[in-house]
Structures are given as C-alpha cells and as structure tokens.
C-alpha cells in the first residue's frame, strides 16, 4: 500500500508498505478522509526525536476492512472514526481516569509516535471495540474526522478551564483546536468569548464559533485590553491553543486569581516554559494550570459525533484546502508552511 513517511528529521516521502494485520482484539480500516495537523510538523521537525519511514498522521475517518476474532462490535463495511489517541483500555493509567497516558506518559498518543499513522491506503487501531466508533448516516466523512482531535483537542480546552456559567474566557490563538476550544467555550456556557488572533480570515472564524471580542496582538497589548475588558479582574478561564511560552505567559497574566490556564498547546522546543512570577502571585495566587492531551475512546467519538448530529457545531468552515492523497507533498507543504490562509488541510482518498 501507499503511505506518506517521515523519512528522517526534515524529510518526508511517499514508500510502499505492507497491508497492517489486525491482532485479535483489533481492527484494519480503510482510509476515505484525513486531516494534516500542526503536530505532524512537530513530528517531522524533530518533535519527538527520529522516526525513520514512520507513516505520519493521526486524523482520520474509514471503512473497516477486516477485524480480529475477538472484535464484536464492528464489522468489515462498517464506516468509522477513530480517535487521534487511541488507549490501552486494560493500562492502570486509563483505569486511574487517565486513558491518553495509558503506557505511560502520553502513551495513548500512539499514531504517528510508537506506531505508524493514518496517511496511508489502510491504518490499524488497536483495542477496536474502545477505539472506533460508528459515524451515523447523517454525517459526512468530511465533518466527523474533525472529531477525531480538533474537537475532541478543543473541547478539553473547554472541559478543563473550569469554566463557571457565565464566565469570562479568552482563547489565545484562533487555529483550528482554538476555534474549536472557542465553540466549546460558548457551548459550556460562558458569558464572554475573547479571542486573540491576528490573521483576518481566521478572525472571522472565531466570531462564527462564538467569540464575542477580538484581540489582535499586533496592534494592541493584549494583557491590558483583556484586563480592560473584564474590569480589572482577568478572566476566568484562559486556554493556551498555540503551544508557545509567550502565548502560555500571556494566559498567565490574564487569568484572574483563583481562575484557570487550560493548556491545549504542543510546546515543541525548549527544555523549559516559564511561568510569569508576579502574575502567579509568586506561587500562592490560587490560579490552576491544567494540561491534556486529546481525549480518545469509543465513548467520547460517539459524544462528538452526537454534537454533529444535532449541530450544535459546524467543522467544515475549518477545512481550507483539499488535495487527493497523491498531492499529499503538496498538501503537507501548506499545512507546514502556513500558505494561502490555511486553517486546515483535508486529504481524499
């Protein structure tokens, strides 16, 4: 089959594999859609070390083409999506409450990392029964891969801010998971929406999924305008959704005392992330940062897809660009390099 590799740190590449195989427990599907992320140029730059003729991608919605003699719930035919993380269901990690750790520390982070991922003709997912997920009939491919970690990556944001009914959130960076954490953001009941970005196209966005205010970091300080905007106070509730130390201090100094940093940002370089010392209250000023990686599983695909199905979010304002999996270098080099206002990049298949 055909997949698209990261050859070595910098380099990727189409080369042929083989077919995977399912073990009992799991499953082999056919790849129809997929979606590039910001984190597979992570991944290609070094990110997580070398990963020679490692298969890249971790977005991805097909048909299942053969399961093993343990799967009951799934059939070959059978259209799904499964989640950028995919956990050990058995790990004491996913037991403590903690799946996406599962095997240790980003363990469920399997795709494009310990395993080859899903820009190939046909993809493997372990555990299939607590891993994929059926896509109803009123669901295109196109909208229900945004679940997969878009959604899924946003709406923690959301989910972990501890955001009251009608609070006051400001989500810095308006990319696609910052989008989606500003969709989750409303959905979750927040009185004001303040997002920071600057590219105008992506400005709009956030008005669309609720974004009450605009902040452009290029023509304003945004720590004194969002202090202006809550009176003083800061906010309740700010998500980190670029994975930059500047981006993570600026959440720092908005958020009032007692409030919460949700951190939904891949910080790919450096050894360390400073934390703003007067505006932590030198330790002791009850602000709570909060991390994640994605959240994955049967359960929370189905919760997604249920949001799509009642429409209480739209995805595909996000997708930008289309290329078929043949123009997948091409497709790859304006995701990487940020061309043509691209917000987000959808592979067919």
């Not at 295109?140 to 679940?147: K, L, M, Q, R, T």
């Not at 309740?236 to 720092?252: K, N």
């Not at 009032?256 to 450096?270: C, L, M, V």
């Amino acid at each position: 089959m055909k997949a698209f590799v990261m050859k070595e740190i910098g380099r990727v590449a189409f080369m042929d594999k083989p077919v995977p195989q399912p073990g009992p427990a799991d499953a082999v599907v056919r790849t129809t859609r997929a979606l590039i992320c910001t984190s597979d140029s992570h991944t290609v730059q070094g990110g997580i070390g070398p990963r020679e003729n490692l298969t890249l991608g971790h977005e991805a919605v097909g048909i299942v083409d053969v399961v093993g003699s343990e799967v009951k719930d799934f059939r070959p035919g059978d259209r799904v999506l499964v989640g950028a993380i995919t956990p050990d269901w058995g790990d004491l990690a996913a037991q403590n409450g903690y799946p996406s750790q599962s095997g240790g520390p980003l363990g469920g982070f399997k795709f494009a990392n310990s395993k080859d991922g899903v820009f190939a003709e046909y993809f493997h997912v372990n555990d299939a029964d607590a891993n994929l997920a059926k896509i109803p009939d009123g669901i295109s491919d196109e909208d229900a891969v945004y679940c997969a970690d878009m959604l899924s990556t946003g709406f923690m944001g959301a989910e972990h801010g501890n955001i009251p009914m009608g609070g006051t959130v400001a989500v810095l960076a308006q990319g696609p998971v910052g989008l989606m954490a500003t969709a989750g953001a409303r959905l979750r009941g927040a009185g004001l929406v303040i997002g920071v970005e600057s590219v105008p196209s992506r400005q709009k966005l956030a008005q669309l999924y609720g974004a009450d205010v605009i902040v452009d970091f290029t023509s304003e300080d945004v720590v004194e305008r969002i202090l202006e905007l809550t009176g003083g106070q800061g906010v309740d509730t700010a998500i980190e959704a670029l994975g930059a130390e500047v981006t993570f201090q600026t959440a720092v100094k908005v958020t009032k005392p007692g409030g919460t940093i949700s951190n939904t940002g891949y910080f790919g370089e450096g050894e360390f992330v400073g934390i703003p010392r007067a505006e932590w209250g030198v330790g002791m000023a009850d602000k709570t940062i909060a991390t994640g990686l994605c959240p994955g599983g049967r359960l929370r695909m189905q919760r997604l897809l249920q949001v799509l199905e009642t429409r209480r979010v739209d995805p595909s304002h996000l997708t930008t660009h289309e290329f078929p999996f043949d123009e997948m270098e091409r497709a790859f080099e304006v995701s990487d390099k940020k061309l043509e206002d691209v917000v987000k990049v959808m592979i067919t298949f």
